[in-house]
């Protein structure tokens, strides 16, 4: 089974969401030649290890948010993937990417507008910008999860939730976390990796 078929396997999606993300794919590895976007090893398996390891985020965030901010959005993962996604069934929803390097937030202006997304970038530190009020807040391989809540204390809505994937050692992360901080977490098994796990969670208070 090829790449884009083990996706549309895991994921009822229209031909154009394909389409779009298959131009995403010709940017990804035009720009990864050039910016270390993603590993060069993982580019052979990217409609698994990079777009379906972030959409299967999509259906776990609560209907039709306002805004979706995704934190350290780095080669676009998985906020591109969100906003590809969101285009075509929330066609209203804001996206907007928190990214500091500024070669990287060069690839994802020029991707948002190849792919006419309704997305918009900050490029500074996740500590330093405003805080964006955010309805869903992604975090894709970029801290621990005491660092993170962190981090949601000051972008996530009140009534808002983060999803965050973690690997096999998320248990230990989520105890660690709880030393310090109060929040509800349900856990999603990831759909690409054996024992990982999305971390669903809301009501994120310092302790």
């Known amino acids: 089974m090829s790449g884009i078929d083990d996706f549309r396997s895991q994921l009822d999606v229209s031909r154009e969401t394909l389409e779009r993300l298959t131009e995403l794919e010709a940017l990804l590895r035009k720009w990864n030649a050039a910016i270390n976007l993603v590993s060069p090893q993982t580019l052979s398996q990217v409609w698994t290890r990079h777009f379906l390891d972030s959409a299967q985020l999509f259906d776990l965030a609560d209907p039709m948010p306002t805004l ?36 990287k937030c060069a690839f994802l202006l020029a991707a948002i507008r190849a792919l006419d997304l309704r997305a918009s970038i900050r490029a500074e ?3 330093a910008t405003a805080p964006l009020g955010a309805k869903v807040l992604s975090a894709r ?35 660690l976390a709880q030393q310090s901080w109060s929040f509800t977490v349900e856990t999603h098994p990831s759909k690409t990796e054996a024992d990982a796990v999305i971390l669903k969670i809301r009501g994120v208070q310092r302790v």
Do not use: C, T, Y
Request: proline share 5%.
């Open 68 to 103: 979706w901010g995704d934190l350290g959005s780095g080669g676009g993962f998985p906020g591109l993937v969100i906003g590809i996604l969101a285009r075509e069934r929330w066609p209203e929803m804001q996206l907007v990417l928190v990214e500091s390097d500024k070669r």
């Open 125 to 127: 530190r996740i500590e």
């Open 141 to 175: 391989a970029l801290a621990a999860l005491p660092q993170l809540l962190d981090f949601a204390e000051r972008h996530l809505a009140e009534d808002g939730v983060a999803l965050f994937p973690k690997g096999n050692r998320w248990r230990e992360e989520v105890a």
